[in-house]
């Protein structure tokens, strides 16, 4: 499996809802204020307009990557640092232990 697709899945997982529903959500209201805001604007032919609705969606991903960033990051943390050994740095480790070297 790809790291693409580990990383997709972590997020699917602990996140989904607010990549998917409230996204999809917001971005259909927005579709309908914009539709709104074109059935009112009288279109004219020599002038086209814009009623925004490019702008919302990287506005709504930007948001949505910013917050799932800042609530899977920890968690992510934690769950590379599970697997790896621990290790002492030298001067945390107790001291070696005498040997006896026997003479004779």
Same mark, same amino acid.
């Given at each position: 499996?790809?790291?693409? !697709?580990?990383? =997709? %899945?972590?997020?699917?997982?602990? @996140?989904?809802?607010?990549?998917?529903?409230?996204?999809? $959500?917001?971005? *259909?209201? @927005?579709?309908?204020?914009?539709?709104?805001?074109? *059935?009112?604007? +009288?279109?004219? =032919?020599?002038? &086209?307009?814009?009623? $925004?609705?490019?702008?919302?969606?990287?506005?709504?991903?930007?948001?949505?990557?910013?917050?799932?960033?800042? %609530?899977?990051? *920890?968690? $992510?943390?934690?769950? *590379?640092?599970?697997?790896?050994?621990?290790? %002492? =740095? &030298?001067?945390? +480790?107790?001291?070696?232990?005498?040997?006896? !070297?026997?003479?004779?």
């Amino acid at each position: 499996m790809t790291t693409l !697709t580990k990383v =997709a %899945r972590f997020h699917l997982q602990v @996140d989904g809802i607010t990549i998917f529903y409230i996204a999809w $959500g917001v971005l *259909a209201f @927005d579709f309908l204020v914009n539709l709104v805001i074109a *059935a009112q604007i +009288s279109p004219s =032919a020599s002038k &086209p307009y814009y009623t $925004g609705a490019l702008a919302s969606i990287y506005v709504i991903m930007a948001v949505v990557g910013t917050v799932a960033i800042v %609530r899977t990051l *920890a968690f $992510g943390l934690v769950l *590379a640092s599970a697997g790896a050994p621990t290790t %002492r =740095a &030298p001067c945390c +480790s107790p001291p070696p232990s005498p040997s006896s !070297t026997g003479s004779g």
